[in-house]
């Protein structure tokens, strides 16, 4: 995998709208070089299922969907590139940027560990120049996207709304986030406690998603992560906003399979976007 091939780009090439969305972890293309103990269908636990092709009717309407090509568990691009584990690294130190955030004790920095039963993704340790490639290809190609994706909204119309859209397993696994059992609600926006975004678009999405009769929750248990965090500053009108969609409402998890609820979700998610684009124009001033 090259980084011309770490990510694929849906609908224009330029803003036409406030609104962008990008899916992160939906990437399935297994680079050659993963060498993963366990297999790919397992490797795929990590993977938000479809979420790429469940947002993909919103691109007619003009909306710009990016989306990872390479799978989660090889690199995870919701990771600051110096969120490094270190317990995977030969030699246990990182020579380069580290900045923990924690994920490393789940074993999900920003490269895998394990999964999320815990058993363990690789029968070794990785060399430092190893990481490194895999930012080059998959990690630095990814953000330079969103952050350019973003940037030209912004220029275009003086505000930008970002939604970053991932799935979730209905019931958190060993190393899942908020305990081994945890059953989850139909949809959880983040917003790492209203710092990412105005009040009023985490307001506005759940209010959407509620009317459609969905189970809601807000910064609970996922509060979002690294990439809606290095590109949102909402005093200067740059939002962005996690939605996280539980898997049982279109996959049979088992299977990774969609199941039958696929194509009434992949309607309500395009209906949720032209909202938000009603909400979202509102705030722009078009700088044509």
């Known amino acids: 995998m090259t980084p011309e091939q770490a990510l694929a780009l849906y609908g224009p090439d330029d803003p036409r709208e406030p609104l962008l969305l990008d899916s992160p ?62 317990d995977l690294i030969e030699g246990g130190s990182w020579p380069h940027e580290y900045r923990p955030s924690g994920k490393a004790r789940l074993g999900k920095a ?64 060993v190393q899942g986030e908020g305990g081994a059992g945890a ?21 506005f999405v759940r209010e959407v998603l509620s009317g459609m009769g969905y189970e809601v929750k807000v910064n609970d248990p996922y509060k979002g992560v690294e990439l809606v965090r290095a590109y949102s500053d909402p005093a200067a009108g740059r939002h962005s906003l996690q939605l996280e969609i539980n898997k049982r409402l279109y996959m049979d998890p088992a299977t990774r399979e969609p199941n039958e609820g696929f194509a009434a979700l992949q309607a309500n998610l395009r209906t949720l976007v032209d909202a938000l684009l009603d909400y979202t124009r509102t705030k722009a001033n078009r700088h044509d």
Not at 113 to 131: A, N, Q, S
Request: charge should be negative.
């Open 110 to 173: 920003l490269v895998w560990r394990t999964l999320d039963d815990g058993r363990p993704i690789y029968g070794r340790r990785l060399r430092v120049d190893e990481v490194l490639d895999r930012i080059e290809r998959g990690h630095r190609p990814y953000h330079r996207a969103l952050q350019g994706a973003i940037d030209a909204t912004h220029a275009r119309f003086g505000v930008s709304y970002h939604l970053n859209c991932h799935s979730m397993n209905p019931v958190a696994g």
């Open 183 to 203: 059953v989850r609600a139909d949809f959880v926006l983040g917003d790492r406690d209203g710092s990412t975004c105005e009040a009023g678009f985490t307001a």
């Open 25 to 86: 972890h939906s990437g399935r293309e297994f680079p050659a070089d993963f060498d993963a103990i366990v297999s790919e269908f397992d490797l795929r636990d990590g993977e938000d299922c479809f979420i790429d092709e469940l947002y993909l009717p919103a691109t007619e309407l003009g909306v710009s969907l990016i989306a990872a090509r390479f799978p989660r568990t090889w690199l995870d691009p919701n990771r600051h590139h110096g969120d490094i584990d270190l």
